[in-house]
């Protein structure tokens, strides 16, 4: 079995190597080099993975049995729900497509959403609501990677794109301290109940296959909107494509 | 297809006939003429009710596509579970256990409860899982009828037993408030969503489901309990039994 510190430093690993800041897709992303009918492609999908978290995390709390995992887990669905109309991360996405010159009816209906970004965000609802909890608390934990990221993106974004304004990504200012608050318990509630070194390699397969999902979004929208840029019938054109 | 008042009126006769507050059991723990084991084994019971009800809850949330019906439906899961470790519907259950005697331990464990309150419980909990959301918020709807038993039960049992007192019962005042705020939101939620006479039905049927929920738990008492009063084994034994 893996020390708490090896443990640890495999799942981090995992990130250095699969977390989705190493796509092409996010590296042109920050780096100013997309049209805005990428980036609002990019909004519009990732849409739909913001609105079913709330359903993951629904999910992972009814099967939890102790009351303290599922108080902890409820500040999720907070964060992501509001406390009431027009407060809550899901809102706040919607704020950020209306932004980039999307019509929020148009993204909140998920119509124009690629069908590779529909099976990614569902394998992760079923994982979570078909897996050990162990698996499905582990599966939450790219958030560890996340803040990196939102950095990067924020002040790539407001520097490459005219269109982007500090108050369009005012989501991602929650994420700041939601994120590192919700990996930090989740970290520590995978060392302290992976008992073993088979429920260890759960755990880490767990974070591998959400990294996968993070990842399969980003290569939809690069294979629809960048390279070979073959939009599939149904789904999001931008403007002049 | 009922007019609102029509329907609401049909709802009502349903609990008018079939709620528990027509039992045997709970007619004989309201008027003091049960034995403290047999009220012990009421509490002991009804503890495996209490802890089930945030996973229900939850499986209703993780469903739920409309965030506002998620915002509503999570006060449930803060009147269970709590704010904090120690607080909570079900904390307080337990400490109503332990006021009448019982070691809470044991009481959480759920090991002395008996197979009939195991399967009526995890069948409701199933039928929010699985039903329609319709009939998911519907099978709520006993609620209605709490505020009136909840009077009469702590009014009887506070006068009938001498090992009773306000603050062990103090798991009701809560629900006093708690319950009519819930079963108001969710009486106006199948109003407006039964959209037609055959979605009406459905609504009355998870109505009638859930009374026989509440019903077959007080069945599986009386005939452990009263009478004929055979104790299957490993359920809990009363002191003295």
Known sequence: MLSAAAFEAALRAIG????????????RLHGGQLTKGQVQAWALNRYY???CIPLKDAALIARAE????????????????????????????????????????????TR???????????????FVAERSLLEAVASSLTELFSPAIIQERVAGMLAGYPFVTRQTLAYFDKRLTQAPRDS?????YVIEHARNRD?????????????????AQLDALYY??????????????PEGS
């Open 184 to 188: 930090n318990f989740a970290l520590a």
């Open 199 to 215: 429920e260890q390699e759960l755990v880490l397969e767990a974070l591998r296959f959400k990294c996968g999902v993070l990842w």
């Open 49 to 51: 993975y913001q609105r």
């Open 66 to 109: 102790d009351p303290a995992l599922r108080r902890e887990w409820r500040s999720r669905l907070v964060d992501h729900d509001g406390e009431t109309e027009g407060d809550g991360g899901i809102v706040r996405w919607l704020k950020l497509a209306e932004g980039l010159g999307l019509d929020r009816d148009y993204v909140a209906s």
């Open 16 to 27: 250095a190597e699969r977390y989705h800041n190493l796509h092409p897709f996010h590296r």
């Open 112 to 126: 124009g959403i690629l069908p590779g970004t529909r099976f990614a965000v569902e394998a992760y609802v079923h």
């Open 224 to 237: 629809a909107y960048v390279e070979p840029g073959y939009i599939p019938p149904g789904a999001f054109r």
